[in-house]
């Protein structure tokens, strides 16, 4: 099911490469089909065409924690935190924050 809806999302982005919308949906779907390299290429894509609210953020740097990149991650957590206080969402950025604080803290 889920490789399908990755070809639609594809369909619809050669027709609309810039529709963030699609991108994001693209990239939630690798991510749940744990295809992380797409993951982070869509969600690069994903931020560079919009004004993210801070969400996107922690889907990326999850991701590069997973692919072992973990000073990509937290400087994408920190990303995430400005974004995220930005758009008034303060518990989001505390969330970023208390991982940075626990999984970050010694590098």
């Known amino acids: 099911m889920s490789s399908s809806r990755i070809e639609i999302f594809k369909q619809i982005l050669e027709i609309d490469?810039?529709?963030a919308n699609v991108?994001?949906?693209?990239?939630k779907?690798?991510?749940?089909a744990g295809l992380n390299e797409d993951?982070?290429?869509a969600l690069t894509?994903?931020?560079a065409s919009t004004d993210d609210e801070g969400n996107a953020y922690g889907m990326l740097a999850s991701a590069y924690d997973k692919s072992g990149d973990r000073l990509k991650?937290?400087?994408i957590?920190?990303?995430?935190i400005?974004?995220?206080l930005a758009h008034g969402h303060p518990s989001m950025a505390e969330e970023y924050r208390q991982t940075l604080a626990s999984d970050y803290e010694s590098e």
């Open 39 to 41: 993951l982070i290429e």
């Open 17 to 19: 490469p810039s529709n």
């Open 77 to 80: 957590y920190q990303r995430g």
């Open 82 to 84: 400005e974004a995220a």
């Open 73 to 75: 991650a937290r400087e």
């Open 29 to 32: 779907e690798y991510e749940k």
């Open 45 to 47: 894509r994903y931020l």
């Open 23 to 27: 991108l994001f949906g693209l990239a």
